[in-house]
């Protein structure tokens, strides 16, 4: 968030401000909104660790790397999967 959208406020000048949550919408709403939850078997669920990450120095085009950060926040992440998914089709190949 930047600081355009934030105001700096003590204690007591919060307790002042007025709520513009409308709590009458809040009271009458289900607990739930949307799809329904799925029922999910916890007694077989698995803990799965991510793995850790490697850094290293590598080179790549610049025009690739704007691409990938012109696609937001995450892009090294997404450059990853992108490295697994043909690291997995050449696998896959044999």
């Known amino acids: 968030m930047s600081g355009k959208h934030m105001t700096r406020m003590s204690l007591e000048e919060m307790r002042r401000t007025e709520s513009r949550t409308d ?28 793995s850790p990450k490697k850094l ?3 080179r790549i085009d ?3 790397v ?6 937001g926040k995450g892009y090294q ?15 896959k190949k044999g």
């Not at 704007?66 to 696609?71: A, Y």
């Open 23 to 50: 709590w009458e919408r809040v009271t009458l709403a289900p607990d739930h909104e949307g799809e329904q939850e799925i029922d999910v078997d916890w007694a077989k669920a698995e803990f799965v660790a991510p």
């Open 56 to 58: 290293i120095s590598l």
């Open 62 to 64: 610049e025009d690739i």
């Open 66 to 71: 704007e691409f990938f950060r012109s696609q």
């Open 77 to 91: 992440t997404r450059m990853n999967a992108v490295l697994r998914a043909y690291k997995d089709a050449v696998e």
